[in-house]
């Protein structure tokens, strides 16, 4: 048993959370991860409304027990989403653990921390993440420049990120992006986090309700597959490498520079989406880490987190090993 602050707080078994994923975090992988002993997040704007949020909320309790969060995450959107209307459906609805994550955060948090939840905030500075903490958030989630989906626009990687964690934070965190084995998890604890957040790799389960396609590409792709996208427009995305985002860097590449509507139909959720069902992954944008250079099957989650927590221990094990041979 890997004990940590996170697993104690959140009443997990394994420190592992499933970050929010747009169009992915759905009820039944969301209670697969939980049902494994991590902790599984709804993606609540992947929910058309704030009333199917509360459907989905009450399918995913309808297959597990465990306790699972929601994941709001606040970011330029072609149509604003009614933020604060699903946040109140979720709370409402009893959730108690909820991941934030993109710009102003600062009301959500507060709202979240005034119903008594749990707040798990991602973010890719310190700077913000010292913001957060003095918001009262309950865990910072570290994002590194490894992770898919948005960085943010100052590319640091999660080893320097984590290690200043470690000296400057006062509450727990979780190591965010890069990480979906044993020695990511393992080399997290090692850098004072106190769990992880695994996103790609979820993506790649057999409980992910994304078409097998998709995962198939990801088993077969490597690390020099993604492609940021919207650099230039300040709000950079790690995007699996394909034929529309090779375009869009194209686009956002020429002379006279981009403005999003160059670019609006390419990117569109809704077309990233249909990626998902119909399984073409040069369809429409779709995020991916630079993990996918180390997923190699698509196991369920419970033999994912079966498979890291060994893993992890052994890993743990042999250094001790180690570094007590080393000093004898
Ligand atoms: P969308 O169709 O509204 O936009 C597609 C992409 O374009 C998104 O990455 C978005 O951030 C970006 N975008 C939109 N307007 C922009 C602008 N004016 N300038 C620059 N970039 C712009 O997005 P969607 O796929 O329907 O997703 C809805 C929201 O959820 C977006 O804010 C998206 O970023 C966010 N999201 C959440 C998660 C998550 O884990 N919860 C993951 C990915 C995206």
């Known amino acids: 048993m890997i004990v940590t602050p996170l697993t104690k707080l959140l009443g997990i078994r394994i420190p592992v959370v499933q970050g929010g994923m747009q169009w992915v975090g759905l009820p039944k992988l969301v209670a697969a991860v939980s049902e494994a002993g991590g902790l599984g997040v709804l993606t609540a704007l992947t929910?058309?409304?704030?009333?199917?949020?509360?459907?989905?909320?009450?399918?995913?309790?309808?297959?597990t027990t465990k306790p699972f969060g929601v994941n709001i995450t606040l970011l330029p959107t072609i149509n604003p989403p009614d933020y604060e209307g699903y946040a109140r459906a979720a709370v409402e609805e009893g959730i108690k653990i909820f991941e934030t994550a993109g710009n102003n955060p600062g009301p959500l948090i507060k709202f979240f921390k005034s119903q008594g939840c749990i707040v798990v905030h991602k973010c890719t500075t310190i700077r913000h993440a010292k913001s957060a903490e003095r918001l009262g958030v309950d865990v910072l989630s570290i994002d590194g420049f490894e992770c898919a989906g948005h960085p943010g626009e100052e590319d640091i990687g999660g080893l320097v990120l984590l290690a200043r964690a470690a000296k400057e934070l006062k509450v727990p965190y979780i190591a965010s992006g890069g990480i979906a084995?044993?020695?990511?998890?393992?080399?997290?604890?090692?850098?004072?986090?106190?769990?992880?957040?695994?996103?790609?790799?979820?993506?790649?389960?057999?409980?992910?309700?994304?078409?097998?396609?998709?995962?198939?590409?990801i088993v077969a792709s490597t690390e020099q597959d993604t492609v940021h996208i919207f650099r230039t427009l300040h709000n950079t995305a790690r995007v699996f490498k394909n034929k529309v985002a090779l375009e869009v860097v194209a686009i956002e590449r020429k002379p006279a520079g981009a403005k999003f509507e160059d670019v609006r139909d390419l990117v569109s959720g809704n077309r990233g989406r249909m990626v998902y069902e119909n399984g073409d992954p040069d369809y429409g944008i779709w995020s991916a880490g630079i993990t996918i250079g180390l997923i190699h099957d698509i196991p369920t989650c419970a033999e994912l987190l079966k498979r890291l927590e060994s893993e992890t221990e052994e890993i743990i094990n042999g250094l001790?090993?180690?570094v007590l041979k080393s000093h004898l």
């Open 47 to 63: 929910q058309p409304s704030p009333d199917a949020l509360r459907i989905a909320i009450r399918d995913t309790r309808k297959l």
């Open 181 to 217: 084995d044993a020695r990511g998890l393992a080399g997290a604890l090692a850098l004072g986090a106190a769990g992880v957040n695994m996103g790609t790799r979820f993506m790649c389960t057999v409980e992910s309700p994304i078409h097998h396609n998709i995962k198939e590409k």
């Open 320 to 322: 001790h090993t180690t």
